[in-house]
Antibody
């Protein structure tokens, strides 16, 4: 069974940092492109960014609102996707989901990040 | 940055048919945008119904289908069921890199 489990969410003050993790199982993680998607309370889905597989150079792309503040990385040995979030602002408050881009067949359950003073 | 547009809300009668659409602010939607459709019910993570315009996953009910219609991506629901009441989001890919979600359509089955 394909499974994605996020962790690392919590409360942080504006300007702070947080690191999210997503552990994958049930599929070939090292071949998968992986994305992060977020959803602010009561709002729609917003694509955050993506990391390609190492065989596709492992490059990353980010949405404009997070470019330069967020960094996506992967550890294929641990089957783990990470999202390092720096210089957080209140607008970053959201549930963060990791998703495998292989036909977007699996989503994690999400982890809540709250940015508030 | 492109804006992806969806109807904010739609209502369908039980057993009825409804089409949700997904447009792009910078031109017609084509198969090259690899349209996706997601369903999200309250308190749940989204799940993917349609990928690459018209492909379904094993869990996608047969009453859902995807297509291109009049320069937009479309999700058609045939024979709506009460359990289909949910928010539906489309997503388009631009230049093979960035993904952009639509604002979502709240579908009511009433």
């Amino acid at each position: 069974e394909v499974q994605l489990v996020e962790s690392g969410g919590g409360s942080v003050k504006p300007g702070g940092s947080l690191r999210l993790s997503c552990v994958a199982s049930g599929f070939s993680f090292n071949d998968a492109w992986m994305s992060w998607v977020r959803q602010a309370p009561g709002k729609g889905l917003e694509w955050v960014g993506r990391v390609k597989s190492k065989t596709d150079a492992g490059t990353t792309d980010y949405a404009a609102p997070v470019q330069g503040r967020f960094t996506i990385s992967r550890d294929d040995r641990k089957k783990t996707l990470s999202l390092q979030m720096n210089s957080l602002v209140t607008e970053d408050t959201a549930i963060y989901y990791c998703v495998t881009e292989q036909h977007w067949l699996a989503w994690g359950q999400g982890t809540l990040v709250t940015v508030s003073s | 940055q492109a804006v992806v547009t969806q109807e904010p809300s739609l209502t369908v009668s039980p057993g009825g048919t409804v089409t949700l659409t997904c447009g792009s602010s910078i031109g017609a939607v084509t198969s090259g945008h690899y349209p996706y459709w997601f369903q999200q019910k309250p308190g749940q993570a989204p799940r993917t119904l349609i990928y690459d315009t018209d492909n379904t996953h094993s869990w996608t009910p047969a009453r859902f289908s995807g297509s291109l219609l009049g320069g937009k991506a479309a999700l058609t629901l045939w024979g709506a069921q009460p359990e289909d009441e949910a928010n539906y989001y489309c997503m388009l890919s631009y230049s093979g890199a960035r993904r952009v979600f639509g604002g979502g359509t709240k579908l009511t089955v009433l």
